[in-house]
């Protein structure tokens, strides 16, 4: 099985777009016809390679958080898989979900689990995404488990949207007064500069440095630029590499205030994921083993497997979790009483969202933080420059009155 792009036309002369699965270009066309649709072109999504394509479509956050929802309520009505693959390509939304729920499709065909087919996607679902529905597959309650991750997608995004709209207005207000102080240094600046070389008194000091900084600027402008791409390019190339990725999270991690939203990070991700497989009625053995999956830090993921490994030689949860430092004391307590009173999964839960919460709150604090931050800084460059402008002409004023 293959996704096929498609272009079709219904009997009333109207384009109609998509894509479906099938054998091959002559059944996708055939499958069209049957639906009433005359198809004018029709496009193999991607070579068949042997196993499981790597398709180019990509999800945002907030796609995958759709995708999450539409499968949980499909499922949850008792669609079979496929089934609920064919409602999400045949939907309304995006092409790109379309594309995304095909391919997923064709590789469930060919017999391989969801949860692989997504690993191997490259459709931008993150690690602990497959490491849960692997969980879910696994318990038989796949519905619940996109429930979950649905509910956990839908909740950053919202965070994300509130942090967004806080720093909208700052940001409008920096660029429209980086725009007027541009203005003001390259029309209004040169003028004022010219006067004074005509009487032949000196520029105030402050006029001097801005004009100074403006002209180097204006001298070496392809160079910054170059050195400007050349970093995003070395940037995003350490990135991608896993020892100097590696090597920049846990610099990171060490960055006062920014490192303790990461290390709240790495630790939400950790006991979400604990969460997910626990409520899919797994052992503590395959849920540790699945959360280990989501930490990319090597220290922390080192501490997560020797989590793994001490329940393997038969100490509980709360023992094995103990030595995961990013973990706060909240959490591990909520975890060990929940296995104390039999209600694992609950606890680790409630766990999970008392990290998320107070993740989420942190970031709206530095949000909140930001704002002033931001307007004193671009305020700040504002009055440098009109006091450089300004300056120089209030001084010939008073060289004319004088």
Known sequence: MQPFAWIAYTDKGQRRTGTLVAESERAAFEALRAQGLMASEIEARAPRPPGIRRGRARLGADERAVFSRQMAVLLAADLPMEAALDAVIESEGSRMMQAVAAELKAA????????????????????YFSASLRAGETSGDLASVFGGLAGY?????????????ALVYPAFVAAVSLVVC??????????????????????????????AITDWIGAHWIGLCVALGLAVVAGIAAWRAPRSRDRLERIFLRIPVFGRLGRMAVAAQYLRTLALVLGSRQTALNAAA????????????????????????????????????????????????????????????????LVETWLANDRKRIAAILDPVLMMLVGTLVLVIVLAILLPIFELQSAIAG
């Open 108 to 127: 469930t065909l060919e017999g391989y689990p969801l949860s692989d087919a997504i690993e191997r996607s490259r459709a931008g679902f993150p690690p």
């Open 153 to 165: 997608l839908e909740a950053q995004g919202a965070n994300r949207a509130d942090i967004a709209t």
């Open 182 to 211: 541009a203005i003001l240094v390259t029309s209004v600046a040169p003028e004022v500069v010219g006067m004074f070389e005509v009487t032949g008194q000196p520029l105030p000091r402050i006029t001097e440095v801005v004009l």
């Open 290 to 353: 699945s959360a280990a999956q989501v930490v990319t830090v090597s220290t922390h993921r080192t501490q997560a497997e020797a989590a793994v490994t001490a329940l393997r030689q038969g100490e509980s949860l709360g023992a094995a979790v103990k030595g995961i430092t990013v973990l706060p004391a909240v959490a591990l307590q909520l975890i060990r009483v929940g296995e104390d009173s039999a209600r694992l999964a609950p606890m680790t839960e409630r766990a999970a969202m």
